[in-house]
């Protein structure tokens, strides 16, 4: 069983940056491939980026391409969320997820088996 705890959410002006933190414990982080996805008030929860076991393999959603960069410490049982250019669109509740091996897509949150509580991200004008 895999616990997963997500910080450095808050509020940022548009433009501005975060960095946001999942820690896991439990099990053997690096065999797990691991992601953000996301969910605003109303709205279905999308996926955001993964990341493969290694760090190697790197998926990301269009609408933030270029502006956010998912990475791994496996070490430190941790992958990490650099969002950069943020934008109203940008909040959210952000979760991180771990993929058991489900065989999905990486970009279906039914791939993953585990998810942490969610950090809140505020994006102000």
């Known amino acids: 069983q895999v616990q997963l705890v997500e910080s450095g959410g808050g509020l940022v002006q548009a433009g501005g940056s975060l960095r946001l933190s999942c820690v896991a414990s439990g099990g053997t982080f690096s065999n797990y491939p691991m992601a953000w996805f996301r969910q605003a008030p109303g709205k279905e929860r999308e996926f955001v980026t993964s990341?493969?076991?290694?760090?190697?393999?790197?998926d990301y959603a269009n609408s933030v391409k270029g502006r956010f960069t998912i990475s791994r410490d496996n070490n430190k049982k941790t992958v990490y969320l650099q969002m950069n250019s943020l934008n109203l669109e940008d909040t959210a509740v952000y979760y991180c997820a771990a993929n058991g091996g489900s065989g999905l897509p990486v970009s279906r949150a039914r791939a993953y088996n585990y998810w942490g509580q969610g950090t809140q991200v505020t994006v102000s004008s």
């Open positions: 990341i493969s076991r290694s760090g190697l393999n790197l």
